[in-house]
């Protein structure tokens, strides 16, 4: 808490990307190394910048309103059959 208020009504949730940012995940692919979570994270990154982007698809795309039907003994044993 800060005196304007929530520090998180006041970040900007964008992120700048640098050439260093990607440098892993270019050397991992050069040694056929898979770095799952590391491309996710620059993935994430990227979407960041893309902020104009994201404000516009949200106002086109729609979560789901309606909950899904999950029927637990089935996929439990689909699980176990994988």
């Known amino acids: 808490l800060t005196p ?3 520090i ?3 970040m900007v949730d964008c992120v ?5 940012d ?3 995940a ?3 692919t050069k040694l056929g190394v ?17 902020k104009d982007d994201r404000v516009e698809a949200s106002s086109i ?4 309103t309606d909950t899904p039907v999950i029927f637990k003994d089935q996929a439990v044993d ?4 994988a």
């Open 4 to 6: 304007n208020g929530h």
């Open 34 to 50: 898979p770095v799952p979570t590391l491309n996710a994270a620059l993935e994430a990154r990227y979407f960041s910048v893309m």
């Open 8 to 10: 998180v009504n006041h």
């Open 26 to 28: 270019i050397e991992a």
């Open 16 to 20: 700048d990307l640098k050439d260093s």
């Open 78 to 81: 689909d699980l176990q059959k």
């Open 61 to 64: 795309l729609k979560s789901p």
């Open 22 to 24: 990607t440098w892993a």
